[in-house]
């Protein structure tokens, strides 16, 4: 049997818990492993990030910094909402921190997502809105990955209302704010109508 299989025969509690006692990238991380994911069957909304960062890392809870904070303005939640695994469910396409670069932290390591997460999106069932953040997400869950980030957020609506391409949340993307300002125009009232409507 191979892996994936195996995976799709576990439970789902035994699964997330293999999850997050993964250590198949401790050789490529230069620290100890640490998967920092958010899911429950029930959640509600799927998000997508990149990988967590060094603060994450150090606190163990998903975008709990300065990309976090924006990205729950965006969606229109609090922290006590965001951090409700039955309504929310965040899956980066990293499960570990994977270090830092010249230029920012190091792209996820792909054999994660290779490893987790088909078995992982198979059981969030009750998804209704996945937003897709940054490259390494676009890539995986759009169907033109070719289209740079910003073509794919400018044709959102080709995905919507299942599915939302957005920018990184991160204070390295404020240029791209500034040089867009569509977006907060246009995308964030209907992505806050959409939660609402989804958290009832």
């Known amino acids: 049997m191979s892996e994936n299989n195996e995976l799709d025969e576990l439970g789902f509690e035994q699964l997330v818990g293999r999850v997050r006692a993964c250590t198949l990238c401790r050789d490529k991380l230069p620290h100890e492993p640490r998967p ?3 899911l429950s069957e029930s959640s509600r909304i799927l998000i997508v990030g990149q990988a967590p960062g060094r603060k994450v890392h150090e606190t163990g809870i998903p975008f709990n910094d300065p990309s976090g904070d924006r990205l729950r303005r965006w969606m229109g939640v609090d922290r006590e909402t965001f951090y409700d695994e039955t309504r929310m469910a965040i899956l980066p396409m990293g499960f570990c921190f994977p270090g830092t670069g010249k230029s920012g932290d190091l792209p996820p390591i792909a054999k994660c997502a290779a490893t987790w997460r088909d ?3 198979a059981r969030l069932k009750r998804v209704e809105l996945t937003l897709v953040i940054g490259q390494y997400a676009h890539a995986w869950h ?14 959102w609506q080709e995905y919507w209302p299942r599915l939302l391409p957005a920018p990184h949340p991160s204070p ?3 240029l791209w704010f500034r040089r867009n300002p569509w977006f907060e125009e246009e995308v964030l009232p209907r992505l806050q109508e959409r939660v609402a409507d989804i958290l009832g």
């Open 172 to 174: 390295r993307n404020n």
């Open 119 to 121: 078995a992982l999106l």
């Open 36 to 38: 920092v994911v958010q």
């Open 142 to 155: 759009l169907p033109d990955s070719r289209r740079s980030v910003t073509d794919n957020v400018k044709a």
